[in-house]
């Protein structure tokens, strides 16, 4: 069944036909307007209730039909989850940075819940997986101790936002006791000391010539302090790292990692959940103390924070986290591949195509009930619901490469 699927205008979104949201919601639904003045952060696929996908032919919301035939989602889902969807799938433009935040743990986030449901609107976890569709820049965990000890030496305003005490005992004994005493010094200082040391660095790099400073993030610093001036989350790159994901690369944020996005257009999947904690980087509302507790403090590089997918055959590549609520595939499909078949998986899944487009050669078994038959071809910015069981087979258009991604469970 195909879907015509929500987008989301959050400002942070890119504006206009340069952000893939737009361009992928375009091509799936003709009528919408996009202008250049409009960013256009996120295409949702799925059954949120914030963004329903509608099936395509017969207008039912998804959520509806699956309730109908919740056979559709595969036996082994109804048993883990429920009768619903165990997750939502996403497309991001990102134009500016989002919140430093973390998600917690299953059991933390029924606390959390419990204790305040005004914030903390359902009791699952939120684990995320990003891969890239162009270079995609994050900040993800905390960097080696070697990094933040030599940030910490070579930034005297790093040094005041942190404390003179916790900096010296983290450089002489670089561990994970250390590091959080530094950042939650730096998360909770004052707004006087953080204001006085942002106004100091940016002082300084602008005596540098240009070119200069590139080994203290120059660049980054400012970009983040021009939309988030005052906001201690702009000395946060010194002690997280920041990596660029090249297209197809990915990434996986389990329970009490700290992470931002920071610019690009990416693919993510999530547990279906809204349990974020916010801390700098951000408007919104931020709670630091359940942040600083929660963290993981593991140091490692940035290329470590990098997820590695595994070769299902020549051209799908499945991420597959070690979470049961989702997984995705990567499937790309080179010219001059005539046909193709997605394998059938046990559990629901949802399809969208990036680049390219194919022949629907059959659907089998058809998806029951009074579901609308498939489209005859598929096309960049094409969705697609398949019932648990159900393959695909595919001929690729000649013209192009086909790069496709699904959402699916492996449980
Ligand atoms: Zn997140």
């Known amino acids: 069944m195909e879907l015509e699927c929500a987008v989301q205008k959050y400002a942070w979104g890119v504006r206009g036909f340069a952000s893939s949201v737009a361009q992928l919601a375009k091509a799936m639904q003709p009528e919408l307007e996009v202008t250049d003045d409009q960013p256009f952060a996120e295409l949702w696929m799925g059954t949120h209730p914030s963004g329903p996908s509608i099936i395509k032919g017969s207008g039912e919301a998804l959520l509806d039909y699956i309730k109908r035939q919740p056979g559709v989602l595969g036996f082994p889902v109804i048993e883990k989850f429920g009768e619903h969807l165990p997750f939502l799938f996403k497309v991001l433009s990102v134009n500016q940075a989002l919140s430093i935040q973390a998600h917690p743990t299953k059991s933390h986030a029924e606390e959390l819940h419990s204790a305040r449901p005004d914030v903390y609107k359902d009791p699952n976890h939120k684990p995320e997986m990003t891969i890239a569709l162009t270079p995609f820049q994050a900040l993800c965990g905390f960097r080696p101790g070697q990094e933040i000890a030599r940030h910490i030496r070579e930034l005297p305003e790093l040094k005041e936002v942190v404390g003179e005490e916790a900096a010296t005992n983290f450089t002489e004994n670089p561990g994970e006791e250390t590091l959080k005493k530094c950042f939650s010094n730096m998360m909770q200082a004052s707004p006087e000391t953080i204001s006085s040391a942002l106004t100091q660095l940016l002082e300084r790099f602008s005596k540098m010539d240009s070119g200069e400073g590139s080994e203290l993030l120059r660049e980054l610093f400012v970009r983040l302090h021009e939309k988030y001036p005052g906001d201690v989350g702009c000395f946060s790159i010194y002690l997280l790292n920041y990596l660029t994901l090249q297209p197809g690369e990915a990434m996986y944020l389990g329970p009490n990692v700290i992470h931002a996005y920071l610019l690009g257009d990416c693919i993510e999947c999530m547990a279906c959940s809204d349990n974020v904690v916010r801390a700098g980087l951000t408007p919104k509302y931020q709670d630091v103390t359940t942040l600083i507790e929660m963290l993981d403090y593991s140091m490692g590089p940035a290329e470590a924070r990098k997820f590695e997918g595994f070769k299902m055959d020549n051209y799908t590549i499945l991420y597959n986290p070690p979470v049961p609520d989702f997984a995705v595939?990567?499937?790309?499909?080179?010219?001059?591949?005539?046909?193709?078949?997605?394998?059938?998986?046990?559990?629901?899944?949802?399809?969208?195509?990036?680049?390219?487009?194919?022949?629907?050669?059959?659907a089998s078994p058809s998806a029951p009930g009074d579901a609308p038959s498939p489209p005859s071809t598929l096309q960049r910015g094409s969705v697609l619901f398949l019932a648990a069981g159900q393959s695909l087979t595919l001929r690729p258009h000649s013209d192009s490469q086909l790069l496709a991604f699904r959402a699916l469970c492996v449980l």
């Open 329 to 362: 595939d990567m499937i790309e499909v080179p010219t001059g591949v005539e046909q193709y078949t997605l394998r059938p998986v046990e559990s629901a899944s949802i399809l969208l195509v990036v680049e390219g487009g194919a022949g629907v050669a059959e």
